[in-house]
């Protein structure tokens, strides 16, 4: 089964691209920036990384992407990561960034954008990897702070697929949002949004209802409320779950408990993505296996999973054809 799905041309909806840099880039960007590091050495670093909830995660996230200073810094960490998938067997990713995160050190969305955009066009050149963007705001800053940085990345908008929302969750709604949600369906651009995580199942069918989502990432704890199950099977609304993510932030104890098999039985729209592959032990190839391992999933059951995030996926129909 290892060697099917090390074949087997994935799609990846929901990763943060922050989240992918590995600590050997993290010691190399550190250096050509003189930016000291709170780890000695990168083991270390992989050391540090064990975390008891999705706030300590974060913490070392938002400290890792200190780092990340010039557009050559963003194009390094993107492409580093594109190579890493594409040798992984990867052909398409829906990539999540944090502008407020970099804008928060006085890097400028310029910067973040020109690197990022020009990873992303030289992957789709050279690489056959296609890539999403989704413009992530961060739940735990002031709502108007993101419809600011919102307007400010006009520049910006015909090259993004989607906002999306991402960080602390709990105590920070979906609702809290409303207003910028609105703007972004009015400017067209798609919306999905972290939801049911950490947070509660109410906070999945506030970001359906308020957000006018088309994506829940994670969603995980739909699986406390049957209403809400019902609604995302009814309206097949895509899950985004990252089964060893969810493992490293303890929002299950060990991946035999993770409710993935569950969800499959109540007909929901799942798919598989890793999350934060630097932080949580693995790529989505890594994800694949050890669900493999954990699940006794058949090469079928990995078909249909991917398929539902090829149906998804934000690229054009002509790619979504050729990845069929
Ligand atoms: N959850 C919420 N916010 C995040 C995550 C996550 O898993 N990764 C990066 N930002
Ligand atoms: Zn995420």
């Not at 010691?27 to 706030?55: H, M, W």
């Not at 040798?87 to 890097?107: C, K, N, S, Y």
């Not at 990873?119 to 789709?124: F, N, P």
């Not at 296996?289 to 079928?300: P, Q, S």
Request: net charge negative; charged share 25%; hydrophobic share 45%.
């Amino acid at each position: 089964m290892h060697d099917f799905l090390r074949k087997l041309p994935k799609v990846e909806l929901h990763l943060h691209i922050e989240g992918s840099l590995e600590p050997e880039l993290m010691f190399q960007l550190a250096k050509r920036n003189n930016i000291e590091l709170p780890y000695a050495t990168i083991s270390e670093a992989k050391a540090a990384y064990q975390f008891d909830d999705l706030q300590g995660f974060l913490n070392l996230y938002y400290l890792g992407m200190n780092v990340l200073r010039t557009e050559q810094d963003f194009y390094d960490l993107a492409m580093d990561y594109f190579k890493r998938a594409r040798a992984e067997g990867v052909v398409h990713i829906d990539m999540h960034f944090d502008p407020q995160a970099h804008l928060q050190r006085d890097v400028p969305l310029n910067v973040v954008m020109a690197g990022l955009l020009r990873a992303k066009q030289e992957a789709e050149a050279s690489l056959d990897l296609s890539v999403g963007m989704i413009m992530a705001f961060l739940r735990d800053r002031p709502a108007d702070e993101a419809l600011q940085v919102l307007e400010q990345a006009a520049p910006y908008w015909q090259y993004l697929d989607a906002i999306g929302l991402d960080s602390a969750e709990r105590n920070n709604p979906p609702r809290k949002f409303q207003a910028l949600f609105a703007r972004a369906k009015e400017l067209g651009l798609v919306r999905v949004a972290h939801a049911g995580e950490e947070g509660p199942a109410d906070y999945i069918a506030e970001a359906l209802d308020v957000l006018d989502v088309q994506r829940i990432d994670h969603g995980v704890r739909c699986l406390e409320s049957s209403d809400v199950v019902q609604r995302l099977r009814e309206q097949q609304v895509v899950l985004t779950v990252c089964p060893l993510s969810n493992v490293s932030l303890k929002v299950v104890e060990q991946l035999r408990d993770h409710p993935l098999p569950k969800l499959l039985a109540e007909g929901l729209k799942v798919t598989i993505s890793s999350d934060d592959p630097a932080y949580f032990g693995g790529g989505l190839l890594t994800n694949h296996m050890a669900c493999a391992d954990a699940f006794g999933w058949d090469a079928d059951l990995f078909c249909t999973l991917n398929r539902n995030a090829i149906e998804e996926a934000f690229t054009n129909e002509k790619r979504r054809a050729e990845l069929l």
